[in-house]
């Protein structure tokens, strides 16, 4: 455990994306606050659905990786992460992408219920 924990806070691109299927969430969440991790390797996670909530609620919230539109889209559509964090992320997304999250049967009805309320109310759409 240790040694696993200890390569997640410090290995190179192939240990970490080894270890960011650990079942140990502690392993998993030590990958992403990783010195050496890229944005494109958290835009890769922020698109599995192995990955544990808590995990995809860390990008989430992290603010450097918050202003990277490819990986709050992918977190919006990924069905792991947790509902209140979706629900933050449509207000950025453009409303092609809102739209389509609202026809998206993968993600959970809350979040395409919001997704649809959110493009009628920018389209200035009705209620149907």
Known sequence: MKDRLKAAMKGDRE???ILIRDPNRLISQAVVKNPKITEQEIEKISTMKTVPED???GIATDKKFARNY???HNLARNPRTPIGNVLSLLT???LRDI???GKNRNVPDAVRRHA???ANARTGGGRR
Do not use: D, F, G
């Open 15 to 17: 240990v970490r994306n």
């Open 55 to 57: 995990v995809l609620r």
């Open 70 to 72: 490819v990986i709050i």
């Open 92 to 94: 950025l997304l453009q």
């Open 99 to 101: 739209s389509a999250i």
């Open 116 to 118: 649809t309320r959110i």
